[in-house]
C-alpha cells in the first residue's frame, strides 16, 4: 500500500510540476511530434491552444503550474515545427517524385564518405552525403544522405573523403517479410534517406582532394581503429570472434561480430550488452573519474573533466544514438553536481530527451530510443520504491542506532541493499521494455530478468578490462594490453557460456505474434509460407487447429543465413512460432538447409524429414548430431510415399529415387506435390534437368495448380515437356540478380509468357502466402499486395 501511494503521489500533475517540470515540457514536445507526423499540421496549434486554456485556468491560483504548461505548449508548437521541417527538407530532394514511383535512376554526381565503411568479402557500404547529382546532362545541388553499395571492393575509403560517383540510385526495399526489417523506413527515420545507391563495376568512383564533414567524428574514428588494434593484440585466430565481441561492447564496433554470439545474448535477454549505452558510458566514466581522484584532482574539476570525456567516447563508438543518449544524461547528471544541486532523474531524462529531439526529431520514432527512455523512466519511477519494498523484510531494524550494529549486521545490510536495488533494476528495466520489445519485434525473453543480474557485473568488468587494454596499448605496454586481452577473453567465454546456458533455459525465449499481422486462419484452410534471398528459399506449411488438437507446423527448409534472418524469423516471431512439429530437408545446399542446426536447438522438431540418398553438405554432420543429441525422429523420404499431415491433405514424394542417385546435391533433392480436396502444390526445389527427365519417364503424375520452384546450379529446367505435364496456372520461382546461376532462365521465362502462366519471383515480392482451402487458393506477395490472386480448381479432377 506505501508503495503504491507514494507512487501515485509521484504522477499527480501538481506534484510532477513541482519536482520535474521539464517533464510536462518533454511529453508536449512528444505529442507536438506524433501530429506533425501524421500530416496532421494543425495538431501543434490544438495542442498549444489547449495547453493555453488550461494555463489561464491555473493561473490565479498556481501560477508556477500555469507557467510550466504555457512552456509545454510553446514547446509542442516548436518542435513540430521542427519536425515539420525536417520531413520537408527530405522530401524536397529532387528525385523524391520518381523513387515514390519506384523508378531506378541512373546519375553522377559529387559528394563525401558520411559513416564508417563496412568491408564485405567482395563488396563495401557505407553511407554517402550526396551534394551535387547529374540526371540528363544537368547539374542539381542537393542535401541529402544515402545508403551506398560498392560492388567493387574499394580499399582505404574513410568518412570525410570527397568522392565523384556514379550509379544507380534505387527506392530503399519495403519489408519483405511480416515483422521484418523495413530499410525504407528505417534509413527514412535514420538518416532521412529516400533511396539507396548502387556503385556497380565500370562506375565511377574517383577520389577527390579536401575533406569534408567532423574533424572530430574523423578523429574519432581513426582513434577507434587504433583502439581496435589493442584490442586484437596477441589474439589467437580461434580467440578472434570473442576480442570483436569484446570491441563491440566497449567501442560499439559491431560490424564483424559472429551472428551467433550475438544470436546467443539475444535468447538471454542480454543484447543491451552490445549496445554501447549506460552501463558502459557509467562504466567508462568511473574509470576515468576514478583516476582524476587518484591524481588528487578536486571532484567539482574531476566532473568537468569527465564529462567532455564520455561525450568524445559516444562519438568515438561510431556517434551511436544509444550512447550519445547515455552520455548526453550522464553529463546533464554530473553538471548538476557542479552547482552543488541534487540530480533528479526524471528532469536529466526530460531534458537528454529534449536536447536529442531537437537535434533530430526523428529519433523518436527509432526503437532505440524508445527503449532508452523507456526503460529509464521505469527505473526511475519505480526502482527506488521496489528497491525498499524487497529489503525492507530482510534489514536491521531501522530504530537500533547505527552506532549498536555490529561489523557482522552492517556488511548483511549493505549485502542485502545492494542485491535488493539489482535485482529491483533488472526487474524493472524487463518491464520498462516489455511492451516495445512485443510491439516492434514480437519476441521477449523472460529469462532476461535473472540472466542480468549475474550478466551485468561480468559485462561491467569485461569493458573495464578493455579501457585498460586500450590505455596500456597506446602508451606502448603491447605486452601488458595482450596479457589483459587474453584475461578478457576467458571472461568473455564464460559470459557467452552464462549467454547461452540462459537462453536454453525452458521458456527463456518467446516469440509473441503480432495482433495485426498474424490472423488466425479457417479452420479449413491449410497455408503455406514462401520465401528466399539470393536463390535460396524456405517455406513454413501450417495445418490449421482441429477439434481438441493444436495447429501442426512443418518447417520445409529453414533457409541460408539471409533467408532465414530476413524472412523465416521475423515470420516465426509474427506468427508466434515457439515450437515446430516437423523439419524437411529438402538437399544439402547450404542456402536451403544452412540455418538447420538453429532451428533444430530453437525450435526442437519432433519429426525430421530427409532425403534417402546421402547428404554431403558441410553444415549435415552438425544437423544428424543435434538430431541425436535431441532424440528427434528420423523419417527417410523417397519416391511413392505417402504422407498425411491432416485430413484430405495428402504429401506425395515424388523424387527422389534411388535408381536415380545423382552428381550434385540439386539432383538429390526431395520433389513434394501437396494436395487438399482439388488443388494440389507441387513443390521442386532446386531439381533441374536430370530430375524433371526422370520424372516424366517414369510417368509420375505432376499436374498441380501452384509450381514453386529453384534453380538448378548447372542444368535449370527448360524442358517445355514438364511444363506441360504440370499444366500450373502460377508459377512461383527463387531467383537473383547475381550470380547467373540463380537467374530464372529465359527459356522458361519464354514458355510461361507463352501460355500467359503468371510468374511470381521471391526476390521482388517477399514472402508469398498461399492459403489452400479443397477448391481454391489464395495468393497474397506481402511485398507486393496489388498482385493479389485467387485461384480456382481446374477443369478436370486430380489423381
Known amino acids: 500500500m506505501k508503495?503504491?501511494?507514494?507512487?501515485?503521489?509521484?504522477?499527480?500533475?501538481?506534484?510532477?510540476?513541482?519536482?520535474?517540470?521539464?517533464?510536462?515540457?518533454?511529453?508536449?514536445?512528444?505529442?507536438?511530434?506524433?501530429?506533425?507526423?501524421?500530416?496532421?499540421?494543425?495538431?501543434?496549434?490544438?495542442?498549444?491552444?489547449?495547453?493555453?486554456?488550461?494555463?489561464?485556468?491555473?493561473?490565479?491560483?498556481?501560477?508556477?503550474?500555469?507557467t510550466i504548461l504555457t512552456g509545454g505548449a510553446l514547446a509542442a508548437a516548436g518542435f513540430a515545427t521542427l519536425h515539420y521541417q525536417r520531413c520537408h527538407e527530405i522530401n524536397a530532394f529532387p528525385l523524391a517524385t520518381e523513387l515514390q514511383k519506384r523508378e531506378f535512376i541512373e546519375i553522377s554526381g559529387k559528394g563525401w564518405i558520411a559513416d564508417r565503411v563496412t568491408t564485405g568479402r567482395r563488396s563495401v557500404s557505407t553511407k554517402l552525403h550526396l551534394q551535387t547529382i547529374r540526371i540528363r546532362g544537368v547539374e542539381v545541388p542537393c542535401d541529402h544522405r544515402v545508403p551506398v553499395w560498392i560492388q567493387e571492393k574499394k580499399t582505404g575509403l574513410v568518412y570525410g573523403e570527397r568522392v565523384e560517383f556514379s550509379g544507380l540510385l534505387r527506392p530503399l526495399d519495403r519489408a519483405k517479410a511480416p515483422g521484418g526489417f523495413d530499410p525504407a523506413s528505417f534509413y527514412y527515420r535514420e538518416s532521412g534517406s529516400l533511396?539507396?545507391?548502387?556503385?556497380?563495376?565500370?562506375?565511377?568512383?574517383?577520389?577527390?582532394?579536401?575533406?569534408?564533414?567532423?574533424?572530430?567524428?574523423?578523429?574519432?574514428?581513426?582513434?577507434?581503429?587504433?583502439?581496435?588494434?589493442?584490442?586484437?593484440?596477441?589474439?589467437?585466430?580461434?580467440?578472434?570472434?570473442?576480442?570483436?565481441?569484446?570491441?563491440?561492447?566497449?567501442?560499439?564496433?559491431?560490424?564483424?561480430?559472429?551472428?551467433?554470439?550475438?544470436?546467443?545474448?539475444?535468447?538471454?535477454?542480454?543484447?543491451?550488452?552490445?549496445?554501447?549505452?549506460?552501463?558502459?558510458?557509467?562504466?567508462?566514466?568511473?574509470?576515468?573519474?576514478?583516476?582524476?581522484?587518484?591524481?588528487?584532482?578536486?571532484?567539482?574539476?574531476?566532473?568537468?573533466?569527465?564529462?567532455?570525456?564520455?561525450?568524445?567516447?559516444?562519438?568515438?563508438?561510431?556517434?551511436?544514438?544509444?550512447?550519445?543518449?547515455?552520455?548526453?544524461?550522464?553529463s546533464i547528471v554530473l553538471a548538476s553536481f557542479t552547482v552543488k544541486e541534487q540530480p533528479r532523474l526524471l528532469n536529466s531524462l526530460a531534458l537528454a530527451a529534449?536536447?536529442?529531439?531537437?537535434?533530430?526529431?526523428?529519433?523518436?520514432?527509432?526503437?532505440?530510443?524508445?527503449?532508452?527512455?523507456?526503460?529509464?523512466?521505469?527505473?526511475?519511477?519505480?526502482?527506488?520504491?521496489?528497491?525498499?519494498?524487497?529489503?525492507?523484510?530482510?534489514?536491521?531494524?531501522?530504530?537500533?542506532?547505527?552506532?549498536?550494529?555490529?561489523?557482522?549486521?552492517?556488511?548483511?545490510?549493505?549485502?542485502?541493499?545492494?542485491?535488493?536495488?539489482?535485482?529491483?533494476?533488472?526487474?524493472?528495466?524487463?518491464?520498462?521494455?516489455?511492451?516495445?520489445?512485443?510491439?516492434?519485434?514480437?519476441s521477449f525473453a523472460p529469462v532476461g530478468v535473472l540472466a542480468n543480474i549475474?550478466?551485468?557485473?561480468?559485462?561491467?568488468?569485461?569493458?573495464?578490462?578493455?579501457?585498460?587494454?586500450?590505455?596500456?596499448?597506446?602508451?606502448?605496454?603491447?605486452?601488458?594490453?595482450?596479457?589483459?586481452?587474453?584475461?578478457?577473453?576467458?571472461?568473455?567465454?564464460?559470459?557467452?557460456?552464462l549467454a547461452q546456458f540462459f537462453g536454453t533455459l525452458p521458456g527463456a525465449y518467446q516469440n509473441s505474434g503480432s495482433i495485426d499481422q498474424n490472423p488466425k486462419p479457417a479452420s479449413d484452410t491449410i497455408?503455406?509460407?514462401?520465401?528466399?534471398?539470393?536463390?535460396?528459399?524456405?517455406?513454413?506449411?501450417?495445418?490449421?487447429?482441429?477439434?481438441?488438437?493444436?495447429r501442426s507446423l512443418w518447417m520445409i527448409d529453414p533457409g541460408g543465413s539471409e533467408t532465414y534472418r530476413r524472412q523465416m524469423l521475423p515470420l516465426l516471431r509474427t506468427r508466434a512460432v515457439n515450437r515446430l512439429d516437423a523439419l524437411v530437408l529438402t538437399h544439402g545446399d547450404i542456402d536451403h538447409i544452412g540455418e538447420a542446426p538453429t532451428v533444430l536447438s530453437h525450435f526442437q522438431p519432433d519429426l525430421l524429414f530427409e532425403s534417402s540418398l546421402p547428404n554431403r553438405s558441410p553444415v549435415y554432420p552438425e544437423i544428424d548430431q543435434l538430431a541425436n543429441d535431441l532424440a528427434i525422429e528420423r523419417i527417410v523420404l523417397a519416391r511413392g510415399q505417402r504422407l498425411?499431415?491432416?485430413?484430405?491433405?495428402?504429401?506425395?514424394?515424388?523424387?527422389?529415387?534411388?535408381?536415380?542417385?545423382?552428381?550434385?546435391?540439386?539432383?538429390?533433392?526431395?520433389?513434394l506435390l501437396l494436395q487438399f480436396g482439388e488443388m494440389s502444390l507441387l513443390l521442386t526445389s532446386d531439381a533441374g534437368f536430370e530430375t524433371e527427365k526422370n520424372l516424366l519417364n517414369a510417368g509420375v503424375d505432376l499436374s498441380a495448380d501452384v509450381w514453386i520452384r529453384g534453380q538448378h546450379i548447372e542444368?535449370?529446367?527448360?524442358?517445355?515437356?514438364?511444363?506441360?505435364?504440370?499444366?500450373?496456372?502460377?508459377?512461383?520461382?527463387?531467383?537473383?540478380?547475381?550470380?547467373t546461376t540463380q537467374q530464372i532462365p529465359p527459356s522458361l521465362?519464354?514458355?510461361?509468357?507463352?501460355?500467359?502462366?503468371?510468374?511470381?519471383?521471391?526476390?521482388?515480392?517477399?514472402?508469398?502466402?498461399?492459403?489452400?482451402?479443397?477448391?481454391?487458393?489464395?495468393?497474397?506477395?506481402?511485398?507486393?499486395?496489388?498482385?493479389?490472386?485467387?485461384?480456382?480448381?481446374?477443369?478436370?479432377p486430380k489423381k
Open 527 to 550: 497455408t503455406l509460407d514462401v520465401m528466399g534471398e539470393r536463390g535460396g528459399s524456405a517455406m513454413l506449411l501450417t495445418f490449421p487447429e482441429r477439434e481438441r488438437t493444436r
Open 454 to 497: 549475474f550478466m551485468v557485473p561480468l559485462a561491467s568488468l569485461v569493458v573495464t578490462l578493455a579501457v585498460f587494454s586500450i590505455a596500456c596499448f597506446s602508451l606502448h605496454g603491447i605486452w601488458i594490453s595482450s596479457l589483459i586481452n587474453q584475461l578478457n577473453v576467458g571472461l568473455t567465454i564464460f559470459l557467452t557460456g
Open 644 to 671: 498425411s499431415p491432416y485430413p484430405d491433405a495428402t504429401l506425395r514424394v515424388l523424387s527422389p529415387h534411388r535408381e536415380a542417385p545423382g552428381r550434385l546435391a540439386d539432383d538429390r533433392a526431395v520433389v
Open 749 to 796: 521465362r519464354g514458355i510461361l509468357e507463352e501460355k500467359k502462366v503468371p510468374l511470381l519471383e521471391l526476390n521482388r515480392t517477399g514472402v508469398i502466402t498461399l492459403s489452400l482451402t479443397k477448391n481454391g487458393i489464395q495468393i497474397d506477395p506481402f511485398a507486393e499486395p496489388a498482385n493479389f490472386i485467387h485461384l480456382k480448381t481446374k477443369s478436370f
Open 354 to 442: 529534449l536536447l536529442l529531439l531537437g537535434f533530430d526529431t526523428q529519433q523518436l520514432f527509432l526503437p532505440g530510443f524508445q527503449l532508452s527512455f523507456s526503460v529509464l523512466l521505469f527505473i526511475a519511477l519505480f526502482a527506488g520504491p521496489l528497491q525498499e519494498k524487497l529489503s525492507f523484510p530482510w534489514l536491521t531494524d531501522p530504530f537500533i542506532p547505527k552506532t549498536l550494529r555490529g561489523p557482522l549486521k552492517r556488511t548483511k545490510d549493505r549485502f542485502v541493499t545492494g542485491l535488493a536495488m539489482t535485482l529491483a533494476v533488472s526487474l524493472v528495466s524487463w518491464l520498462g521494455s516489455l511492451g516495445l520489445l512485443v510491439w516492434h519485434f514480437q
Open 3 to 66: 508503495f503504491s501511494c507514494s507512487f501515485f503521489r509521484l504522477l499527480s500533475l501538481e506534484n510532477l510540476i513541482r519536482r520535474a517540470p521539464l517533464v510536462v515540457v518533454a511529453v508536449a514536445a512528444l505529442l507536438g511530434i506524433t501530429f506533425a507526423d501524421m500530416a496532421s499540421w494543425p495538431g501543434p496549434g490544438l495542442i498549444s491552444i489547449t495547453f493555453a486554456i488550461f494555463s489561464l485556468i491555473l493561473w490565479r491560483k498556481q501560477r508556477a503550474s500555469a
Open 715 to 739: 542444368t535449370p529446367s527448360t524442358l517445355p515437356a514438364f511444363v506441360d505435364a504440370v499444366s500450373p496456372q502460377l508459377v512461383i520461382s527463387s531467383s537473383a540478380d547475381f550470380p
Open 195 to 330: 533511396a539507396r545507391l548502387e556503385v556497380r563495376k565500370g562506375d565511377l568512383l574517383k577520389r577527390l582532394p579536401g575533406n569534408a564533414g567532423s574533424q572530430t567524428v574523423r578523429l574519432a574514428q581513426k582513434l577507434r581503429d587504433h583502439f581496435e588494434k589493442g584490442l586484437f593484440s596477441g589474439m589467437k585466430s580461434e580467440d578472434l570472434p570473442y576480442a570483436r565481441l569484446i570491441a563491440a561492447m566497449s567501442l560499439g564496433a559491431r560490424e564483424n561480430t559472429p551472428e551467433d554470439l550475438e544470436e546467443a545474448f539475444q535468447r538471454s535477454g542480454t543484447m543491451h550488452l552490445f549496445a554501447v549505452s549506460g552501463l558502459h558510458v557509467g562504466v567508462v566514466a568511473g574509470i576515468f573519474f576514478g583516476g582524476l581522484l587518484l591524481c588528487r584532482v578536486p571532484r567539482r574539476t574531476a566532473v568537468l573533466i569527465v564529462i567532455p570525456l564520455i561525450l568524445f567516447y559516444a562519438v568515438l563508438t561510431g556517434l551511436r544514438p544509444s550512447a550519445m543518449r547515455a552520455a548526453l544524461m550522464l
